[in-house]
Every structure is written in structure tokens, then in C-alpha cells.
């Protein structure tokens, strides 16, 4: 589904961020990339999305080679993937139905079809009542959901979540991930989710990838992880 | 696919009401000048034209070149003349009974009419110039061809007059390319600034995989929508106040020689090219600015 193939990443103006990167993620896995600040999270999910091209390496999403992509491919291939941030990124003029049905306008679907399914993905997050609130109006954790229920409406074999409980609260946080697990589960979607929530990683067990400094330090197929210098 | 841009057209100016209604006023201030400019121009160019065309010239024949073929090369060399736009001959009959018609009694028309074959009049040719300005030298050149007796054609104060006009349509010229600009400015920064605040819209968009066509759309039925309504009062205050003035002068200014251009079908014109401009200013500006947004880096 996902890989990575010594993958380097240079900025132009200098500074290294990700140096040899080998990550191979099979289908219906659900991984954790973790790390602290800088160490290059951010540079794997703007890789992983098209938005920066790698400066030598392959990356391979559901067996496109993204960093080849023309500019106008993009957003075609984002078609294939789901993508979940921090801050939501929902549109502030849009009702919660309009967010999700947007992304499946966006690929020319029935009109009908557009309406079953915005529904079917309201439930499946848990917020078939509030179609015609407004993201302002809801709480981060169900914006959060619609932000999600956004991600998965076209049903994409992958999905990136960067961050996703980053500005939730801990019960929230396990809301949001137990959601995540049922889309994993149920669906056989596959997961990478970035996150420097180590409760979380400790918590919901899965395979772990360590980043820091742009270096792979583990990947830990038993998941978990303990900080040893703190 | 039509269906859903105008729709989002529609949330989309309706949703963002308060950029909408700034950049639709930016627009109505923008046709109220050019409204201004629309009609004063024209009736600058009416009157100009009732008083260019009005100014002839006149040119007596000397008694001795009455004859019609001396008449004809009379009339060849002032067609030769540059700037010459029409000649019209009238004989020396006509020129007495034009001249006896502008006595409104009978009785004195009586007295004036000569009784026998004898006939004071000259036979003369009426000239018109092409332009105003070229009343001067054509008069000069037709005073110098054998056989003209008199030139006359209203001397000093009709040539200012015609400069005079000139220099009122230039200086309207002027006054309004500068404002225009003004305008144009004021909409380039409205609009920049409303797509500024979307920007982020705009980059979601992109993240769904929303193709540019398919984001580009709807805010291009935005910019049209915000120029309709933007053209709205400038109309209505076109049509009124235009309607007003001519009503209130009766169609007439200063003299019977400044007649304003009839309301009616005029201000429909004027309406239909505000509401032209209108549309294309907004489809334009947001044209520009979305497409700014839309290019991605990469």
C-alpha cells in the first residue's frame, strides 16, 4: 500500500529532513509515525499527499510513484487517499453535509449516489443528526469526525491521519481513535497516523515508527513505546 | 455540473455576504463614474456635432459667373478643397425666397419682392466641413477660387465655439481615464482581498482533489453575481436621474442648439453596457485572483 524506498528529503534552503527513509506499510495496516518536533513527520506526510516531491527515493502509494506525479495529477491521485489534519480543515461556509458531500462532487458521482453516502459516512462517525450544522457550531472532536467522515467518504484504500487528536482532550482523543480503529477494521482502510501523543501510542497498541532528526530510529511491529531519557 | 455552479455561485455570494456587498459596492462606484462618463460624453458628441454641423459656409457668386458651366468648375475646385464634406448649390431665386421667408409679414414681404426680372441676389454654394477645426482654412481656400464674390461663415465666435468643445470633450476624457483607474484599482484590491480570506478555502479544496475547473467554477459565478448586483443602483440611478435632468430642461441647454440625446432608448443602452461591464469586471477580478491561489507549489 505504502512504501518508501530510500527516500531523502533536502529543502532548498538546506536543511535536511528526512534521510534514507524505508517503510514498507501492507494493506489494512494501521501504523503510527511517531517522533518530536522537527524530526520530520510533517516532511513524510507532504511527501505522502504530493504536496513536496522527494529529492531522491521512490514513494509508492497504492502503487502510484507520487513524487512523479505532473501538477495537475494531484489531485486525481488524492482521490485515492484520505487525509485527516490537526486543525480539521473543514470548509467554515459549508454545512457538515456539504464538507463531506464536496469530496464526492469533487469525483463526479450521482447525485443520489452523493446523498446516500454522505449519510452512510455521517453515521459511521456518529453525527447523522448534525447535517446542517455549521464546523463552527461543533465541538474540535466532532469537527474532527466530520473531517474523517470527509476522508473516508470515497472510500479510499489509504488513509493519512496527521495529528488528528492533536487538539483534543484525552477522552476525546480515545473517541477519535476508537473511531479510527473501526474504519480500519470494518473497512480494511490503511492507516498511518503521525501523532506525538505517546499515551495514545501506549494505549491503542500498533506497529510504531520512531522518527528523529529524519532518521528511522525503530519500527516496533509490537507497538508501544517508553521514553528512556526522560 | 451547470447546476451545481450556480448554485454554489449563489451560497457562496450568500454565505460570504459582507465580502459580497464590499466588492459589489466597489463595483457600483466604479459604473456610477462610468455611467457619468457614458452620458456626458454623449451629449458632448451631440452637441458637438449640432454645432459642427450647423456651421457652414457660405460663398456668394460673383454676378459675372452665372453661368452653369462656369458654376460647375466653380463648384469642382471647392470639392478639390481638403476637409470639404458636402456642397449644396442654391440659385438666386431660391436664395431671394429663403431670404423674403424669414419675414414673417406679409405686407413687408410685399414691399421686398421685386416686381420685375430684376433679382439682387447672389447664387451661392452652402459648404460643409468635416470637422469644426477645418472651418478656417476651407473658408480661406474658397475665398481665393475665381468667381466667389463673398465668404462668410460666422467669423470668430463660431471657431471658438467649436474649440471650445473640443477641449470640454478632452478635458471629460481626462477627468475620467483618471478615474477609471481609480476604480480599477479600488476593485483589483477589494476582490484581492476577499480571495485572500478564502485562501485557505481554496487549499482544502485542493486537498479533497478537487481539480482547479471544479474550484475555479463557482467563484467565477461569484464574480458575475457580485458585478450584477454591483450594476444594480448605477442602473437605476441612470435611468432616473437621466430621465430627471431631461425633464427638468426640457431636452434643451443654454440654447436650441444644445439639445441632450432623447432619453429613452438612450439610457436602456447605457444600462446594458453598465451591466456588460459590471459582469466582466467581477468575472475578471475573480478570474485573477483565484487563479493566483490555485497555483500550487510544488
Not at chain 1, 42 to 59: A, H, N, R
Request: net charge neutral; glycine share 8%.
Amino acid at each position: 500500500m505504502i512504501e518508501c524506498t530510500h527516500v531523502y528529503k533536502r529543502y532548498k534552503k538546506g536543511t535536511n529532513a528526512l534521510y534514507d527513509i524505508n517503510i514498507r506499510v501492507e494493506q489494512g495496516e494501521f501504523v503510527y509515525i511517531i517522533g518530536p518536533t522537527g524530526s520530520g513527520k510533517s516532511t513524510l506526510i507532504k511527501l505522502l499527499d504530493g504536496e513536496e516531491v522527494p529529492t531522491t527515493g521512490t514513494i509508492k502509494v497504492v502503487g502510484i510513484d507520487v513524487g512523479k506525479l505532473k501538477r495537475r495529477q494531484i489531485p486525481i491521485y488524492r482521490r485515492n487517499i484520505g487525509v485527516v489534519f490537526q486543525d480539521y480543515r473543514l470548509l467554515p461556509t459549508k454545512t457538515v453535509f456539504e464538507n463531506i458531500s464536496y469530496a464526492l462532487e469533487v469525483i463526479n458521482m450521482r447525485k443520489s449516489q452523493v446523498v446516500k453516502r454522505t449519510e452512510e459516512v455521517m453515521e459511521v462517525v456518529g453525527l447523522k443528526e448534525k447535517g446542517n450544522a455549521f464546523p463552527h457550531e461543533l465541538s474540535g472532536g466532532q469537527q474532527q469526525r466530520v473531517a474523517i467522515a470527509r476522508a473516508i467518504a470515497n472510500r479510499p484504500k489509504v488513509l493519512i491521519a496527521d495529528e488528528p487528536t492533536g487538539n483534543l482532550d484525552p477522552a476525546k482523543s480515545d473517541d477519535i481513535m476508537y473511531l479510527l480503529e473501526k474504519i480500519n477494521r470494518e473497512y480494511g482502510t490503511t492507516i498511518l497516523m503521525v501523532t506525538h501523543d505517546l499515551t495514545l501510542v501506549n494505549k491503542h497498541r500498533k506497529r510504531t515508527v520512531l522518527l528523529d532528526h529524519g532518521h528511522i530510529n525503530a519500527d516496533l511491529a509490537e507497538g508501544g513505546y517508553v521514553q528512556h531519557d526522560q | 455540473m451547470i447546476s451545481r455552479i450556480i448554485k454554489e455561485g449563489f451560497r457562496g455570494v450568500g454565505r460570504h455576504w459582507a465580502m459580497s456587498l464590499y466588492s459589489a459596492i466597489a463595483v457600483t462606484i466604479t459604473l456610477l463614474i462610468i455611467s457619468l462618463f457614458l452620458m456626458f460624453s454623449a451629449n458632448v458628441r451631440r452637441f458637438t456635432q449640432n454645432v459642427e454641423q450647423s456651421v457652414q459656409i457660405y460663398a456668394g457668386i460673383d454676378y459675372d459667373y452665372e453661368t452653369p458651366e462656369k458654376m460647375a468648375q466653380i463648384k469642382q475646385s471647392i470639392l478639390k478643397i481638403d476637409g470639404v464634406r458636402q456642397v449644396t448649390y442654391y440659385s438666386k431665386e431660391e436664395e431671394l425666397e429663403y431670404w423674403l421667408d424669414s419675414f414673417d409679414d406679409e405686407a413687408i414681404k410685399e414691399i421686398y419682392a421685386p416686381d420685375d426680372e430684376y433679382n439682387p441676389m447672389h447664387a451661392a454654394f452652402y459648404i460643409e466641413t468635416e470637422e469644426g477645426t477645418r472651418i478656417q482654412p476651407v473658408a480661406e481656400a474658397v475665398g481665393k477660387i475665381e468667381g466667389v464674390d463673398k465668404v462668410n461663415y460666422g467669423g470668430e465666435s463660431t471657431l471658438s465655439l467649436v474649440h471650445a468643445m473640443g477641449s470640454v470633450r478632452r478635458g471629460g476624457l481626462i477627468i475620467v481615464a483618471a478615474l477609471s483607474l481609480l476604480a480599477i484599482f479600488l476593485i483589483q484590491n477589494t476582490i484581492q482581498l476577499t480571495i485572500m480570506a478564502r485562501e485557505d478555502e481554496i487549499k482544502i479544496m485542493q486537498y479533497v482533489g478537487a481539480n482547479n475547473r471544479f474550484i475555479r467554477m463557482p467563484f467565477l459565478m461569484e464574480g458575475i453575481l457580485i458585478g450584477i448586483m454591483g450594476s444594480v443602483i448605477p442602473i437605476i440611478v441612470t435611468i432616473w436621474s437621466y430621465h430627471y435632468l431631461y425633464k427638468l430642461t426640457g431636452g434643451i441647454m443654454l440654447s436650441s442648439m444644445f439639445r441632450m440625446v432623447q432619453p429613452m432608448p438612450f439610457v436602456l443602452y447605457v444600462s446594458g453596457i453598465l451591466l456588460l461591464i459590471g459582469i466582466l469586471v467581477g468575472l475578471v477580478g475573480s478570474f485573477l485572483s483565484v487563479t493566483k491561489r490555485l497555483r500550487t507549489r510544488r
